[in-house]
């Protein structure tokens, strides 16, 4: 009976039926369900595989393999977490949303064929849209609209590549579709479709923007779960679909830098971790692009590990805006002083984000750097460590620093509740105990590997890369080099659909207003005068529209037979 | 934590000579890792240039700098109101 379920579906469907629930119970469905349905998981075995004929194309609804379990794992303990931080939410629609969301979400991870896998890919969108626009806000519901535009984009962009890749005589199984020489160049047109779907929703550069400019705006137990599910669903559709894809190493790289002056210069602390999460990718990305045994194992500890560093931080300044009302740079500072659990916490994401030694970020990172480094990619290689720096920078200092130190704000604001303050706790502790017992983690990896993350080598190189990276902030601070948190919006891609492409479409139907007018006027006043000339004639006073009486009738027909009795006599 | 005395309350990082306290141990710290590299510590390092002195040292603090500069500027390019796109 168990086995007829696929992971995920206790949580979609109990998510339904959260809003029947009595007020005080809901928020505990926020937790229950996830904790009922990881038990549903680890009853399931390694290696199960559920198949099902839908006319007559044969489906793999569940698939449960080691690099699908990781991922499954992480998610339903960062749900099970998500749901104890939310427990003063009431509201039906995040509740409800939330659940279904995470339940498409881990659907999605363990969805066997590429028809399954398109079905939850559109549920994450559809439901998670619902935690954008919990926010209720205009700016909420402007952006939540954008956002599942571009998601159901993704949707389609996939179904479409799924059914030119079947056409194509590809099978439906969700395996590897990259060839075997790693170049898209080389790959049919719907695998290249497939391939730009996830990379929307893997937030590529340049297909990037839905998610900074989505993800802040929902509320403060929304952003933690949004912060989640879509994007690591994506880098799991990726290591399973794309390994080894030579592009995906620039594309990665690429990802790790630029979002990294956006951060820098950010003043909403939320939106930092935005381009902080993009960065976070890039790592992954490259670790897929290089595809190696112990390459994907590096993406798959490092998503493992992110999941629980950043949402850890996304909790924290979610813990910031619920008490504060705000998360701008500007207006925070010095909450350290009535935080400091939070305070504290936060510390140890941002470390842990940073890669410090005796943290999850540094058993996990490490193992991207070095399969790029054996691959030879020097620069790709020196961008990931200036990215390492940057992600210190932006992550590791500048939140803690500008909500809890920096300039004092005033704001006394009290600690944040008993429940968020467990969860972000149990991050933190998973932190730390991942980052001393790194075997934990390894052994859930999808390959088996002998792994040493703690050499001399590598700690002090650490040490030094990231206590000179403090340094130079110190520096930077210290001669007021460091820009200001300043309240204001930095233009980014989004800006060529938010304002280029409206203007550009105002401007060209204006435009065409114009040339419609050019052409329209003289044609018109031709025609107008034709019709005229018609009305004159065929009009109620016209020629042709006169009324005859029947005497004239019968006396013209007279007329004519007379005449054509003349001609008759006459021939 | 929430006491009424909290506005009364001098904390010890509000004492401006003890954050140069905490710059000074970060000194510290950084010029004992920093003369780490005057020992032969290092292996298994996949690229020429990681076995320099103080490269790893250098970089951090180069990337750092330089990403901030940069941005520094981009922001003179990207800023605009809060209100831009409403």
Same mark, same amino acid.
């Given at each position: 009976?168990?086995?007829?379920?696929?992971?995920?579906?206790?949580?979609?469907?109990?998510?339904?039926?959260?809003?029947?629930?009595?007020?005080?119970?809901?928020?505990?469905?926020?937790?229950?369900?996830?904790?009922?349905?990881?038990?549903?998981?680890?009853?399931?075995?390694?290696?199960?595989?559920?198949?099902?004929?839908?006319?007559?194309?044969?489906?793999?609804?569940?698939?449960?393999?080691?690099?699908?379990?990781?991922?499954?794992?992480?998610?339903?303990?960062?749900?099970?977490?998500?749901?104890?931080?939310?427990?003063?939410?009431?509201?039906?629609?995040?509740?409800?949303?939330?659940?279904?969301?995470?339940?498409?979400?881990?659907?999605?991870?363990?969805?066997?064929?590429?028809?399954?896998?398109?079905?939850?890919?559109?549920?994450?969108?559809?439901?998670?849209?619902?935690?954008?626009?919990?926010?209720?806000?205009?700016? *909420?519901?402007?952006?939540?609209?954008?956002?599942?535009?571009?998601?159901?984009?993704?949707?389609?962009?996939?179904?479409?590549?799924?059914?030119?890749?079947?056409?194509?005589?590809?099978?439906?199984?969700?395996?590897?579709?990259?060839?075997?020489?790693?170049?898209?160049?080389?790959?049919?047109?719907?695998?290249?479709?497939?391939?730009?779907?996830?990379?929307?929703?893997?937030?590529?550069?340049?297909?990037?923007?839905?998610?900074?400019?989505?993800?802040?705006?929902?509320?403060?137990?929304?952003?933690?779960?949004?912060?989640?599910?879509?994007?690591?669903?994506?880098?799991?559709?990726?290591?399973?679909?794309?390994?080894?894809?030579?592009?995906?190493?620039?594309?990665?790289?690429?990802?790790?830098?630029?979002?990294?002056?956006?951060?820098?210069?950010?003043?909403?602390?939320?939106?930092?971790?935005?381009?902080?999460?993009?960065?976070?990718?890039?790592?992954?990305?490259?670790?897929?692009?290089?595809?190696?045994?112990?390459?994907?194992?590096?993406?798959?500890?490092?998503?493992?590990?992110?999941?629980?560093?950043?949402?850890?931080?996304?909790?924290?300044?979610?813990?910031?805006?619920?008490?504060?009302?705000?998360?701008?740079?500007?207006?925070?500072?010095?909450?350290?002083?009535?935080?400091?659990?939070?305070?504290?916490?936060?510390?140890?994401?941002? *470390?842990?984000?940073?890669?410090?030694?005796?943290?999850?970020?540094?058993?996990?990172?490490?193992?991207?750097?070095?399969?790029? *480094?054996?691959?030879?990619?020097?620069?790709?290689?020196?961008?990931?460590?200036?990215?390492?720096?940057?992600?210190?920078?932006?992550?590791?200092?500048?939140?803690?620093?500008?909500?809890?130190?920096?300039?004092?704000s005033g704001k006394r604001v009290k600690e944040a509740p008993g429940h968020m303050l467990f969860a972000m706790?149990?991050?933190?502790?998973?932190?730390?105990?991942?980052?001393?017992?790194?075997?934990?983690?390894?052994?859930?990896?999808?390959?088996?590997?002998?792994?040493?993350?703690?050499?001399?080598?590598?700690?002090?190189?650490?040490?030094?890369?990231?206590?000179?990276?403090?340094?130079?902030?110190?520096?930077?601070?210290?001669?007021?080099?460091?820009?200001?948190?300043?309240?204001?919006?930095?233009?980014?891609?989004?800006?060529?659909?938010?304002?280029?492409?409206?203007?550009?479409?105002?401007?060209?139907?204006?435009?065409?207003?114009?040339?419609?007018?050019?052409?329209?006027?003289?044609?018109?006043?031709?025609?107008?005068?034709?019709?005229?000339?018609?009305?004159?004639?065929?009009?109620?006073?016209?020629?042709?529209?006169?009324?005859?009486?029947?005497?004239?009738?019968?006396?013209?027909?007279?007329?004519?037979?007379?005449?054509?009795?003349?001609?008759?006599?006459?021939? | 934590?929430?006491?009424?005395?909290?506005?009364?309350?001098?904390?010890?990082?509000?004492?401006?000579?003890?954050?140069?306290?905490?710059?000074?141990?970060?000194?510290?710290?950084?010029?004992?890792?920093?003369?780490?590299?005057?020992?032969?510590?290092?292996?298994?390092?996949?690229?020429?240039?990681?076995?320099?002195?103080?490269?790893?040292?250098?970089?951090?603090?180069?990337?750092?700098?330089?990403?901030?500069?940069?941005?520094?500027?981009?922001?003179?390019?990207?800023?605009?109101?809060?209100?831009?796109?409403?």
């Amino acid at each position: 009976m168990i086995e007829l379920l696929p992971p995920g579906a206790i949580l979609i469907l109990g998510g339904l039926l959260v809003p029947l629930l009595p007020g005080r119970l809901k928020p505990w469905a926020g937790v229950a369900l996830p904790v009922l349905g990881f038990i549903h998981l680890l009853a399931l075995d390694k290696g199960f595989v559920r198949t099902l004929v839908v006319f007559g194309y044969e489906l793999t609804p569940v698939r449960i393999d080691g690099l699908s379990l990781v991922f499954g794992y992480v998610f339903f303990i960062a749900a099970i977490l998500g749901g104890i931080y939310g427990l003063h939410v009431r509201d039906n629609v995040q509740l409800a949303a939330a659940l279904t969301y995470v339940g498409s979400a881990i659907g999605g991870v363990f969805a066997g064929d590429l028809i399954t896998l398109f079905i939850y890919w559109e549920l994450t969108a559809v439901t998670s849209v619902f935690l954008v626009w919990a926010g209720r806000t205009k700016r *909420a519901a402007r952006a939540g609209m954008r956002y599942l535009v571009i998601q159901v984009g993704s949707g389609v962009i996939l179904l479409a590549g799924v059914i030119l890749h079947f056409v194509d005589g590809g099978s439906l199984e969700f395996g590897k579709l990259i060839g075997a020489d790693g170049r898209l160049g080389s790959a049919g047109i719907g695998v290249l479709l497939i391939f730009i779907a996830f990379g929307i929703k893997c937030a590529f550069p340049l297909l990037h923007n839905w998610l900074q400019d989505a993800y802040p705006e929902s509320t403060v137990t929304g952003t933690v779960y949004l912060s989640i599910f879509t994007t690591k669903l994506a880098v799991y559709a990726l290591a399973r679909g794309f390994p080894g894809t030579g592009i995906l190493i620039v594309i990665g790289a690429v990802m790790t830098a630029f979002p990294i002056f956006f951060a820098v210069i950010e003043n909403d602390l939320r939106r930092v971790l935005t381009y902080s999460l993009n960065n976070q990718l890039g790592f992954m990305v490259v670790g897929i692009g290089i595809g190696t045994q112990l390459a994907i194992n590096g993406t798959a500890a490092y998503a493992f590990a992110n999941i629980i560093f950043e949402g850890l931080l996304f909790m924290a300044m979610g813990a910031v805006l619920l008490r504060t009302g705000t998360c701008l740079g500007s207006e925070l500072g010095g909450l350290y002083k009535t935080m400091p659990r939070t305070a504290a916490l936060c510390i140890v994401g941002a *470390a842990s984000i940073s890669a410090f030694p005796f943290l999850s970020g540094f058993v996990t990172k490490p193992l991207i750097l070095d399969e790029t *480094a054996s691959g030879h990619h020097v620069v790709i290689y020196l961008m990931l460590l200036f990215a390492s720096a940057g992600v210190f920078h932006h992550s590791g200092i500048k939140i803690p620093y500008f909500a809890f130190f920096a300039h004092d704000s005033g704001k006394r604001v009290k600690e944040a509740p008993g429940h968020m303050l467990f969860a972000m706790a149990v991050m933190a502790v998973m932190c730390i105990g991942i980052g001393v017992y790194p075997e934990i983690l390894y052994r859930v990896l999808p390959y088996p590997m002998e792994y040493h993350a703690y050499t001399t080598t590598h700690v002090i190189t650490q040490y030094q890369l990231l206590l000179f990276s403090a340094l130079a902030f110190v520096f930077l601070q210290k001669t007021g080099l460091y820009p200001p948190e300043l309240r204001s919006v930095n233009l980014d891609f989004d800006w060529t659909y938010r304002k280029a492409l409206p203007a550009l479409v105002r401007g060209s139907v204006s435009l065409g207003r114009v040339a419609v007018g050019a052409i329209l006027v003289p044609t018109r006043s031709l025609v107008d005068r034709v019709l005229r000339l018609v009305y004159q004639l065929h009009g109620p006073e016209g020629v042709f529209a006169r009324t005859w009486t029947t005497g004239s009738i019968a006396f013209w027909a007279v007329v004519v037979l007379c005449g054509y009795l003349l001609y008759f006599l006459a021939r | 934590m929430s006491d009424h005395n909290d506005h009364e309350r001098r904390y010890w990082l509000d004492d401006k000579r003890n954050v140069n306290k905490v710059c000074y141990a970060l000194y510290t710290v950084c010029a004992g890792f920093a003369l780490a590299d005057l020992f032969p510590y290092k292996q298994h390092l996949h690229f020429d240039f990681e076995y320099w002195p103080g490269f790893s040292s250098i970089y951090g603090y180069v990337s750092c700098v330089a990403l901030v500069l940069a941005a520094t500027q981009l922001r003179k390019v990207l800023k605009r109101d809060e209100d831009y796109y409403d």
